[in-house]
């Protein structure tokens, strides 16, 4: 199965939620005020956040008054270009060596996503090796050693309670030994409102830029889509902590509210790189926008 139908699988829940509503709303109608109501409660029930929605509406208003739209059928393909221009953002360009900080709050599928992104790398011809710089608990380096195997990557695991920049040293090393493309780096889930735990991501920030000066360094922060506008302020938290590059976003098969990606792509002018649409390997997809909207779509 491809990307696109994987997405639009995925995004089935939103669809259902947001799509019917779109579908009702261009049945023939004016475009009048009840039209633009309708439209602001659907991608707001969708958590597309005040403000995106309120930049959505007035861009189609615009268009729709610029392009002398006044039939509702037109106006679904003036929505669709404005939707694809609210969350327009670029696929990141790889340098190798290349070094993927991965965190996030608990539970959002940081683990899950580092073993899918093993296999995608591995899948384009680069060698991996994993961190498990969660040494929190023990089960947790057990648990990215089952996905470590199922991608069939190394991994570098120190025992519980070590010091998690000193594995990150130590993948670090190891990858400049055996020229390894990329390194993964998974960390305990941690609240944005902990200070020790966020010095400790920092310290681990540190590491990696001293160690491997010369790596492309990414921090991507997963969130988890079924917490919706909660998502926003630990994504905010975490960039003034750590500067985030980019967003990973999970579980996007197990909401209605999908819209989400308005949200952060707007208040946060941070891009969404990957989303999740599942719990196995291949189940993550880089972010395209156009495929997104499709998606959304009937
Ligand atoms: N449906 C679905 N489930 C997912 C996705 N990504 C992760 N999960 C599930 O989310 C749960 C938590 O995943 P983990 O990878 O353990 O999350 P984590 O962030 O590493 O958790 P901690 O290390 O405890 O902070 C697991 O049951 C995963 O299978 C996804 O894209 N879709
Ligand atoms: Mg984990």
Same mark, same amino acid.
């Given at each position: 199965?491809?990307?696109?139908?994987?997405?639009?699988?995925?995004?089935?829940?939103?669809?259902?939620?947001?799509?019917? /509503?779109?579908?009702?709303?261009?049945?023939?109608?004016?475009?009048?005020?009840?039209?633009?109501?309708?439209? %602001?409660?659907?991608?707001?029930?969708?958590?597309? !956040?005040?403000?995106?929605? @309120?930049?959505?509406? %007035?861009?189609?208003? $615009?268009?729709?008054?610029?392009?002398?739209?006044? @039939?509702?059928?037109?106006?679904?393909?003036?929505?669709?270009?404005?939707?694809?221009?609210?969350?327009?953002?670029?696929?990141? %360009?790889?340098?190798?060596?290349?070094?993927?900080?991965?965190?996030?709050?608990?539970?959002? !599928?940081?683990?899950?996503?580092?073993? /899918?992104?093993?296999?995608?790398?591995?899948?384009?011809?680069?060698?991996?090796?994993?961190?498990?710089? &969660?040494?929190? +608990?023990?089960?947790?380096? %057990?648990?990215?050693?089952? $996905?470590?195997?199922?991608?069939?990557? +190394?991994?570098? /695991?120190?025992?519980?309670?070590?010091?998690?920049?000193?594995?990150?040293?130590?993948?670090?090393? *190891?990858?400049?030994?055996?020229?390894?493309?990329?390194?993964?780096?998974?960390?305990?889930?941690?609240?944005?409102?902990?200070?020790?735990?966020?010095?400790?991501?920092?310290?681990?920030? +540190?590491?990696?830029?001293?160690?491997?000066?010369?790596?492309?360094? +990414?921090?991507?922060?997963?969130?988890?889509?079924?917490?919706?506008?909660?998502?926003?302020?630990?994504?905010?938290?975490? &960039?003034?902590?750590?500067?985030?590059? !980019?967003?990973?976003?999970?579980?996007?098969? *197990?909401?209605?509210?999908?819209?989400?990606?308005?949200?952060?792509?707007?208040?946060?002018?941070?891009?969404?790189?990957?989303?999740?649409?599942?719990?196995?390997?291949?189940?993550?997809?880089?972010? @395209?926008?156009? *495929?997104?909207?499709?998606?959304?779509?009937?």
């Amino acid at each position: 199965m491809g990307f696109f139908t994987r997405l639009k699988d995925a995004l089935k829940k939103t669809k259902a939620n947001i799509g019917k /509503k779109f579908f009702e709303m261009f049945k023939g109608k004016a475009l009048d005020d009840e039209f633009y109501e309708a439209l %602001e409660m659907a991608l707001i029930t969708a958590d597309a !956040g005040v403000e995106a929605t @309120d930049q959505i509406l %007035e861009q189609l208003k $615009w268009h729709t008054y610029q392009n002398k739209i006044r @039939d509702p059928e037109k106006a679904r393909d003036a929505l669709k270009r404005v939707l694809l221009e609210q969350i327009q953002c670029e696929f990141p %360009e790889y340098k190798y060596p290349l070094v993927l900080l991965i965190s996030g709050v608990n539970g959002v !599928g940081k683990t899950t996503t580092i073993g /899918k992104l093993a296999k995608n790398f591995l899948d384009q011809g680069k060698s991996v090796i994993i961190a498990a710089a &969660d040494t929190f +608990r023990a089960a947790a380096s %057990e648990q990215l050693e089952i $996905w470590a195997e199922r991608a069939g990557v +190394r991994i570098v /695991k120190h025992t519980e309670g070590s010091d998690p920049a000193a594995v990150v040293f130590d993948t670090i090393s *190891s990858a400049i030994a055996k020229n390894t493309d990329v390194v993964l780096v998974d960390t305990a889930g941690r609240l944005h409102n902990k200070k020790n735990l966020m010095e400790e991501l920092k310290k681990i920030k +540190r590491v990696i830029s001293r160690t491997a000066p010369h790596a492309d360094i +990414r921090n991507f922060l997963v969130l988890d889509a079924t917490m919706g506008q909660n998502s926003l302020s630990q994504a905010e938290a975490f &960039d003034d902590d750590i500067e985030i590059n !980019g967003i990973i976003l999970t579980k996007l098969d *197990s909401t209605a509210k999908g819209g989400i990606v308005f949200a952060l792509i707007t208040e946060l002018v941070i891009p969404v790189v990957y989303v999740g649409v599942g719990e196995k390997i291949d189940d993550l997809i880089p972010f @395209d926008p156009e *495929s997104f909207v499709e998606g959304i779509f009937d």
